[in-house]
């Protein structure tokens, strides 16, 4: 990836810090080899990857997805971004069992509100969850978003949505008429009452709103609430599924830069201390500056096993010199025995000066 886009995205994270669901950035900046780098909390499995391996999400789940989904998505739009990418690979759960969050993975698309910049680009590969009501001139919006997000909630819960049978779309021409096709599909009677009464409400809700309204984010959260309240289940449940996904500590170079920097234990917003770091994007060449670090690391080690000798040394010769010989002899032949031992240390004492000049 281009290090400006990295730069870009290392800013947007940094300022949505405080946003529960946001990854906490541990580390950033430019390698020994100048290569502009971006390092993260791990993150656990994304939807898509759970899926793969649990099939659909149940009723619960989904509507405790849609709940904190509508927090994250509310509080991005508060500080004025657009999420412009709402996928199921672009949301992970927390990497330990303890973590209830839900994490939005990839803020690459994210955008401004006044930035005016077009995200569709035709093709376009990635239409199953963009709104059915999206002006393409103008971008995405605030309620486009909760369309994309309802219809993220139904396919978690089928593992399809009715206009998935087309690869791309290559010309504005099919993207309007497959929006027409949608559109007539989301609000047709049948198809809301698949949904049950949430999500027929939930659109019922958005079609009332005009392009520039400001959506009422607690309604639509008290919808859930009340699904869930209903089932006899509670808000704050754990969300159950089956993980396969192994966590492994990051050996990369970000994780070298980062505890070289004194960040590999931070806290998150919930205080809970990270131990194991991941790199979102990581730059060419690390491996060369990993085996780098892992040489300097052993020649600090050769280093200090040296000064332990020289100090053995210098007790040894203090010792020495208080004792008493009774023979020409045997001084002749301690003599000899410490010259060698010096000849053999001389190497040693030569790195450990070098050690101490740098």
């Given at each position: 990836?281009?290090?400006?886009?990295?730069?870009?995205?290392?800013?947007k994270?940094?300022?949505?810090?405080?946003?529960?669901?946001?990854?906490?950035?541990?580390?950033?900046?430019?390698?020994?080899?100048?290569?502009?780098?971006?390092?993260?909390?791990?993150?656990?499995?994304?939807?898509?990857?759970?899926m793969?391996?649990?099939?659909?999400?149940?009723?619960?789940?989904?509507l405790?997805?849609?709940?904190?989904?509508?927090?994250?998505?509310?509080?991005?739009?508060?500080?004025?971004?657009?999420?412009?990418?709402?996928?199921?690979?672009?949301?992970?759960?927390?990497?330990?069992?303890?973590?209830?969050?839900?994490?939005?993975k990839?803020?690459?698309?994210?955008?401004?509100?006044?930035?005016?910049?077009?995200?569709?680009?035709?093709?376009?590969?990635?239409?199953?969850?963009?709104?059915?009501?999206?002006?393409?001139e103008?971008?995405t919006?605030?309620?486009?978003?909760?369309?994309?997000?309802?219809?993220?909630?139904?396919?978690?819960?089928?593992?399809?949505?009715?206009?998935?049978?087309?690869d791309?779309?290559?010309?504005?021409?099919q993207?309007?008429?497959?929006?027409?096709?949608?559109?007539?599909?989301?609000?047709?009677?049948?198809?809301?009452?698949?949904?049950?009464s949430?999500?027929?409400?939930?659109?019922?809700y958005l079609?009332?709103?005009?392009?520039?309204?400001?959506?009422n984010?607690?309604?639509?959260?008290?919808?859930?609430?009340s699904?869930i309240?209903?089932?006899?289940?509670?808000?704050?449940?754990?969300?159950?599924?089956?993980?396969?996904?192994?966590?492994?500590?990051?050996?990369?170079?970000?994780?070298?830069?980062?505890?070289?920097r004194?960040?590999?234990?931070?806290?998150?917003?919930n205080?809970?201390?990270?131990?194991?770091?991941?790199?979102?994007?990581?730059?060419?060449?690390?491996?060369e500056?990993?085996?780098?670090?892992?040489?300097?690391?052993?020649?600090?080690?050769?280093f200090?096993?040296?000064?332990n000798?020289?100090?053995?040394?210098?007790?040894?010769?203090?010792t020495?010199?208080?004792?008493?010989?009774?023979?020409?002899?045997?001084?002749?032949?301690?003599?000899?025995?410490?010259?060698?031992?010096?000849?053999?240390?001389?190497?040693p004492?030569?790195?450990?000066?070098?050690?101490?000049k740098?």
């Amino acid at each position: 990836m281009n290090s400006n886009v990295l730069q870009e995205e290392t800013a947007k994270l940094i300022q949505v810090q405080d946003v529960e669901g946001i990854p906490e950035v541990i580390d950033y900046g430019n390698n020994n080899d100048q290569r502009y780098f971006l390092a993260t909390q791990t993150l656990g499995p994304s939807f898509s990857q759970i899926m793969k391996i649990n099939g659909q999400f149940s009723l619960k789940n989904v509507l405790l997805i849609g709940i904190q989904l509508i927090k994250l998505i509310q509080k991005m739009h508060d500080k004025k971004y657009i999420l412009s990418n709402i996928l199921p690979c672009n949301f992970c759960m927390g990497c330990e069992l303890e973590d209830k969050l839900i994490y939005l993975k990839d803020l690459t698309f994210v955008q401004s509100k006044e930035s005016n910049i077009k995200v569709l680009k035709f093709p376009i590969k990635e239409f199953n969850f963009i709104s059915p009501v999206l002006n393409i001139e103008k971008g995405t919006n605030q309620i486009d978003e909760l369309y994309s997000l309802a219809y993220l909630l139904i396919y978690l819960i089928h593992g399809t949505l009715p206009w998935q049978q087309i690869d791309q779309l290559i010309s504005e021409k099919q993207f309007y008429e497959l929006q027409k096709y949608k559109l007539k599909v989301t609000f047709d009677q049948s198809f809301l009452e698949q949904q049950s009464s949430v999500f027929g409400e939930w659109f019922k809700y958005l079609s009332t709103l005009k392009q520039s309204q400001h959506p009422n984010y607690n309604y639509l959260k008290n919808i859930l609430i009340s699904k869930i309240y209903e089932n006899g289940w509670k808000p704050n449940d754990q969300i159950e599924y089956r993980n396969e996904q192994v966590i492994h500590s990051s050996k990369s170079i970000v994780s070298i830069k980062s505890r070289s920097r004194g960040t590999s234990i931070t806290k998150t917003p919930n205080q809970r201390m990270i131990e194991t770091l991941s790199p979102i994007l990581e730059v060419d060449k690390e491996f060369e500056l990993a085996q780098s670090v892992q040489k300097q690391n052993e020649e600090l080690f050769i280093f200090q096993k040296f000064q332990n000798i020289k100090k053995l040394i210098e007790d040894q010769q203090q010792t020495e010199n208080n004792l008493s010989f009774t023979s020409i002899g045997q001084n002749e032949c301690e003599m000899w025995k410490k010259l060698e031992t010096l000849e053999n240390l001389s190497r040693p004492i030569y790195l450990m000066n070098k050690f101490e000049k740098m």
